[in-house]
């Protein structure tokens, strides 16, 4: 009998912990109006944001084709934005 009282006290222990989870989840989730200011507020949104992207984007898509292109080993770059032949000291 004892066990059985020990079980259903578990039981309404992890009962109670997953309502007091449950309901402290919905308290802080944002609503609908919440989400679509948020959504506003995001830097992707922003064009001027999403153009610097597309432009660092394009630059190291540039960086790794003219890496692919020769035999040096750009690692030993001293400088980056320098073609080829500096080697660091």
């Given at each position: 009998?004892?066990?059985?009282?020990?079980?259903?006290?578990?039981?309404?222990?992890?009962g109670a912990g997953t309502g007091v989870g449950s309901a402290l989840f919905a308290l802080v989730t944002p609503g609908e109006l919440q989400k679509q200011e948020m959504l506003k507020e995001m830097p992707e949104q922003n064009p001027q944001r999403r153009d610097e992207a597309v432009r660092t984007q394009e630059l190291v898509l540039a960086t790794l084709q003219q890496a692919a292109a020769t035999q040096e080993n750009v690692a030993w770059r001293k400088d980056w934005r320098l073609g080829g032949g500096q080697r660091s000291a």
């Open positions: 009998m004892g066990a059985l009282r020990k079980m259903l006290v578990a039981v309404a222990l992890l």
